[in-house]
C-alpha cells in the first residue's frame, strides 16, 4: 500500500519568497494544502500570482482568505492607508533594524494562527513560510527569535501542541540572500515570471521598479545572475 | 481638555464570560473596540446576542470576522464537523485535563491575532479576553500558561511590542468560578438576558440544556444564586 504523503500548510503570497519555500516543502515530499490571504494590500494582484503558482506546482488545496481591511489599516501597503509606498529608498539601509511604513501589525501572527488552526484541522504538524531575516530584517515578525516564540506559544496553545509531538513552523528561507533564494528556486524549476513582488503595482499590474521590494527583487537577480522576467515600469 | 480614553480590544463572543470581560474593561475606563467572529460555529445565533450587547453596552465600534468554516473542520462546534456536540456528559469531569470533541483548533490564537492586529493598527496596547481555566481547563487556549505565552510571543513579533512598552492581554475571568463570574457582572449592571452560551441552540435560538455550556451556565446561576434568563429546552 502506498504511504500516504505528510500534509504541510505553505503560506502562499505570491512573492519570489513563498513560491520557493512552496517549492522547497515540494522537495521535501509533502502534499502542499496553500493559504493566501486578501487584506487590503494595495498589491493584491498578487493573490492572482499565487493562482498560477498552484496550478504550476499542481496544488489542489489552495484556500484564499479575506482579511477585512481595517485591521492592517496602520500600514502603507493598505488601501486604507494614506501614507504612500515609500519608492527610491537605499535599500542597503533595510535590515538596520529600522522598521519601515510597510510594516504590517501583526501579519505573520495572523497569517502563521491561520495556518495553524488548518493544520490542526486537516491532522498536519508541518508549517511552512517564506520568512527571510536577510533582506528584511526590519519586520520584527520576519525574525527566527519571533518564529520560535510563534512555535512554542502553538505547541502550548493548541490540543496537538499538548498531547502529541506538536508543531513546526518551517522556515527554510530564513539566512538566505535574495540571489541564493532564486537560485534555489530556480535549481527546484520554478518559473519566477509566475511571481510578483512590487509592493505598489499599476493598475494593470505591471511593477514600480522603485518600492523596497522591486529594487531587492531587481539586486537578487543581477546578482544570481539570471535574467529577471519582471516588466518593470522604471 | 479632557483626556482622551485609552482604547481596549475586546473580543466578545456573546457569552456569559466576554459579556462580563467587556462591562469590566469599560468599567476600568477603556473605550471598548469589540471584536466578533463567524466562524461557522453551530451557535452563530451567539452573533446576535454580541450585537445586542454592543447596542447594550454603548460599543459603537464593533467588527464581525468571518472566518471560513474550514480552518476549523475538526472541532464538534463547526458546521463542518459530523461529530455532534455532546449532551448529558458529566461536567465534573470538565477540568480533568480530557481535551473535549468541542475544542476548536487554535481558536483563541487566531481570535486574540486579529485583535493583536487591529490593536497595534488603531494605536492600542490592551486586549482583554473572557478566557477562564476553571470550568473549561480542558482547553489549552484557556490557560495561563498559553495567554502568557501568547503575550510573549505579541511583544517580539510586532513594531509596538519591540518599540515600545508592548501588549498586554488582559483575562480578568481566568481564576473565577461561573457563579463569581455571573456574581461580578451583575455588580457591573450586565442584563445576562443579552447573553446565549448553548453550543448547540434549536433553530428557533432555544439553548439545548443538555451541552457542557449549557449546564455550566445552569450551575453557575443556581450557585450564584440568582435566576437565570435563559429559555431552555431541556
Known amino acids: ?61 489552495h484556500i484564499i482568505i479575506k482579511i477585512p481591511a481595517r485591521i492592517f489599516s496602520s500600514s502603507a501597503l493598505s488601501t486604507e492607508s494614506e501614507s504612500p509606498v515609500p519608492k527610491k529608498r537605499d535599500i542597503s539601509s533595510v535590515g538596520n533594524k529600522e522598521i519601515p511604513s510597510t510594516y504590517v501589525p501583526g501579519r505573520n501572527i495572523l497569517f502563521l494562527s491561520y495556518a495553524l488552526s488548518f493544520a490542526e484541522s486537516i491532522g498536519s504538524r508541518d508549517i511552512f513560510i517564506g520568512a527571510n531575516a536577510v533582506d528584511y530584517s526590519g519586520y520584527p515578525d520576519c525574525r527566527p527569535e519571533f518564529l520560535k516564540s510563534f512555535e512554542e506559544m502553538a505547541n502550548i496553545g493548541t490540543k496537538a501542541g499538548v498531547t502529541s509531538d506538536g508543531f513546526k513552523i518551517h522556515a527554510p528561507l530564513l539566512d538566505l540572500k535574495k540571489s541564493d533564494i532564486i537560485k534555489l528556486g530556480l535549481s527546484l524549476g520554478i518559473d519566477y515570471s509566475l511571481t510578483q513582488s512590487c509592493y505598489d503595482p499599476e493598475s494593470g499590474g505591471v511593477s514600480c521598479g522603485e518600492c523596497d521590494s522591486c529594487q531587492i527583487r531587481k539586486k537578487g537577480f543581477i546578482e544570481a545572475g539570471v535574467t529577471d522576467p519582471t516588466v518593470y515600469r522604471k
Chains 1, 2 share one sequence.
Open 1 to 61: 500500500m502506498e504511504k500516504r504523503k505528510k500534509i504541510a500548510v505553505v503560506l502562499l503570497s505570491g512573492g519570489i519568497d513563498s513560491a520557493t519555500t512552496a517549492a522547497y516543502a515540494k522537495k521535501q515530499g509533502f502534499e502542499i494544502y496553500a493559504i493566501t490571504f486578501s487584506y487590503g494590500q494595495r498589491h493584491s494582484t498578487e493573490i492572482c500570482f499565487a493562482e498560477k503558482l498552484c496550478v504550476f506546482f499542481k496544488i489542489f488545496n
